[in-house]
């Protein structure tokens, strides 16, 4: 994947309490980093779609892989990416990448799951949801 496939991409500085006593960004850490990146995809998808209903649902976390390449430290400036690569019939696959400068430091993949609010059971991800992506994204994701 290229950087360049990542229409949305968030800077963030790493602050002092996420390093650990080696200096480096302590790993659970990235998570919170890619949880930004997902939050500010669905806000930048709001501002360039309108309002964005997901069919009376939310999603929820599914499965999350991570692989780390190098270590970020404290005060660096890194760069975070996020798309959805895909679509399946309850669920979305996104895409994560964490970047400093020219350092790629992690990528992520991460499945959640459309569901119900009020059952917590999945739910189909709605059509106009999915054409929305499709519309914001550089990279057509599949399953659409």
């Known amino acids: ?60 976390m599914a499965r999350t892989e991570l692989d780390f390449h190098a270590s970020a430290e404290f005060d660096d400036l ?9 679509f399946g019939r309850t669920s979305v696959e996104w895409v994560s990448e964490i970047h400093r400068g020219d350092v790629h430091l992690i990528t992520a993949r991460m499945i959640y799951v459309h569901a119900n609010l009020e059952t917590r059971g999945s739910q189909p991800v709605p059509e106009a949801f999915k054409q929305a992506v499709a519309a914001f994204e550089r990279v057509r994701p599949e399953g659409v």
């Open 78 to 86: 890194i760069e975070i990416g996020a798309r959805i690569a895909r």
């Open 1 to 60: 994947m290229a950087r360049e496939d990542f229409r949305l991409v968030h800077t963030e500085r790493v602050r002092w309490g996420e390093a650990d006593m080696q200096g480096v960004v302590f790993n659970a850490h990235y998570l919170t980093y890619v949880d930004v990146g997902v939050t500010e995809y669905f806000r930048a998808l709001e501002q360039d779609q309108g309002t964005l209903a997901v069919g009376g649902g939310d999603f929820f």
